[in-house]
């Protein structure tokens, strides 16, 4: 069965009319969801009973369940949420001086097999639907009802890749954007993607205005092979054109992320690489500290090393950033808390 989730207001206003009900039901419902986020189709109370038994015919309104909640001292609140098929993922919610950002995941798992990621330790079950994600915005947005706050940013960089569920995560996109919903800026989400380079296509002729953040952390094929499976299927070349193409269609600034992994990807030779592979794009690099795995051996680089790297871009006149690390003393690492849930789950069984 569907979730109300999963339906987009479009979807849910051309629902209603389809039931031969009246159009405005659509935003009706729509609004019970995001605004007053009610719990159950029986709290809509403005609805008739045949209404509401005629929706819960039809959908369900599961949500996410919280099996466990790790909180930081800084506030960084890690979510390991439960499924309906008992899949288990990972939501963050991270404070910054601007508001309130969520990292959603995509997908049970990820196929991109990446050398240094924590997510990719579990294999894709599935893709999430538009509603699994939903549903986790939801569930962090409760929390904060209790405290007055909303969610002002989210970021599609959680387990999966989204491109891989491309249709489902731009449906999540546009619920969540909506204007009778939570109405997150547009500008105010980012998708992160390892570069599937067919779907970056695809995403720069939609011309939404959804922010896009391109997992390079390498600036060559050789070092890129080796630590992104994908980029032998689409190699730098072909990504590089892919990312011109967005910029000329988008007049959006893109970023490009970069880990730097100590001794693999931090020398001067590779900032030196990585602005010329870049140079004159409307982009800017957010260097990442590496949050360490015990399974992958890489490690990260220090403070100095980082800022030797940024001041390298900032003398070619790359624009950087270091990212600030959150929930540092918490399994914050991407798929690291349900990586050692499922680990539990193994032994237990
Ligand atoms: N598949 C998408 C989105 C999920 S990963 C992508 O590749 O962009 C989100 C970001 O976290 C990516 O840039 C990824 O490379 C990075 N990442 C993965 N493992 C990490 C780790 N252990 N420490 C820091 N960043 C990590």
């Known amino acids: 069965m569907k979730s109300l989730y999963d339906l987009t207001f479009n979807q849910l206003r051309d629902f209603c009319v389809d039931q031969g009900w009246k159009k405005f039901r659509g935003q009706q419902i729509f609004e019970w969801l995001y605004r007053k986020r009610v719990n159950s189709i029986d709290e809509m109370s403005d609805l008739s009973l045949d209404t509401r038994e005629k929706l819960k015919e039809m959908f369900t309104l599961e949500a996410c369940v919280v099996k466990e909640k790790q909180v930081s001292k800084d506030g960084t609140t890690k979510y390991l949420f439960e499924l309906s098929d008992g899949s288990l993922i990972e939501t963050v919610m991270m404070v910054y001086e601007f508001g309130k950002s969520v990292c959603v995941t995509s997908q049970v798992g990820c196929n991109m097999g990446c050398d240094f990621c924590a997510s990719g330790l579990l294999k894709k079950k599935r893709n999430l639907s538009s509603g699994e994600i939903v549903a986790q915005v939801l569930a962090v947005q409760k929390d904060l009802d209790a405290v007055n706050d909303r969610v002002s940013n989210i970021v599609v960089m959680g387990t999966g890749e989204p491109f891989d569920n491309f249709e489902n995560v731009m449906a999540f ?171 539990q789950r193994m032994e237990g069984e």
Do not use: W
């Not at 500008?187 to 896009?212: D, W």
């Not at 990807?265 to 690489?273: G, L």
């Open 173 to 343: 996109c546009e619920i969540v954007n909506h204007d009778r919903g939570l109405a997150i800026g547009a500008r105010h989400l980012t998708i992160s993607t390892c570069g599937i380079v067919p779907k970056i296509r695809e995403f720069a002729k939609m011309q939404v205005q959804y922010n896009l953040a391109i997992s390079l952390h390498a600036p060559n094929d050789e070092l890129r092979d080796k630590l992104m499976p994908i980029n032998k299927a689409y190699p730098l070349k072909e990504l590089m054109a892919a990312i011109r193409e967005y910029c000329e269609l988008n007049n959006r600034r893109l970023t490009f992320e970069y880990i730097l992994l100590r001794g693999i990807n931090d020398q001067d030779s590779h900032a030196a690489q990585l602005a010329k592979l870049i140079h004159g794009l409307n982009a800017y690099v957010n260097l990442i500290p590496y949050n360490e795995v015990d399974e992958h051996g890489y490690r990260s680089v220090d403070r100095a090393s980082a800022m030797r790297f940024y001041d390298k871009l900032m003398k070619q006149g790359v624009r950087a950033t270091i990212r600030k690390e959150h929930g540092g003393d918490i399994d914050a690492a991407c798929g690291q808390l349900r990586a050692k849930h499922e680990q």
